[in-house]
Nanobody, 122 residues
Framework: QVQLVESGGGSVQAGGSLRLSCATS???????MGWFRQAPGKEREGVAAISTLGGSTYYADSVKGRFTISKDSAMNTVYLQMNSLKPEDTAMYYCAAGVFRCGLDSGQYNYWGQGTQVTVSS
């Protein structure tokens, strides 16, 4: 079992930045850590993912060049730096851990956090 706790969400104006953190109980046994988001009335979508082994990263087209995912293996923590935020980035953001292939498909993930809200105003 892997426990995940997100933090760092909040309200910000368009163009601003936020950094989300995901503290995990362990990286051992996982292959991938990902960030997903879900806005009201919309499906959950993959935002970014990072391999816990090799460090390869994956991004949704909508956030490329604005968001950066990173990890601190010593702290078992994954970060999502979000810059140039837009109102359409408003959503609940979830951290997830997977034990198989790495990517942006939510079906590849086995463990989920409770989420942290990000609200971007225009």
């Amino acid at each position: 079992q892997v426990q995940l706790v997100e933090s760092g969400g909040g309200s910000v104006q368009a163009g601003g930045s936020l950094r989300l953190s995901c503290a995990t109980s362990r990286f051992y046994g996982t292959n991938c850590m990902g960030w997903f988001r879900q806005a009201p009335g919309k499906e959950r979508e993959g935002v970014a993912a990072i391999s816990t082994l090799g460090g390869s990263t994956y991004y949704a087209d909508s956030v490329k060049g604005r968001f950066t995912i990173s990890k601190d293996s010593a702290m078992n923590t994954v970060y999502l730096q979000m810059n140039s935020l837009k109102p359409e980035d408003t959503a609940m953001y979830y951290c997830a851990a997977g034990v198989f292939r790495c990517g942006l498909d939510s079906g590849q993930y086995n463990y989920w956090g409770q989420g942290t809200q990000v609200t971007v105003s225009s």
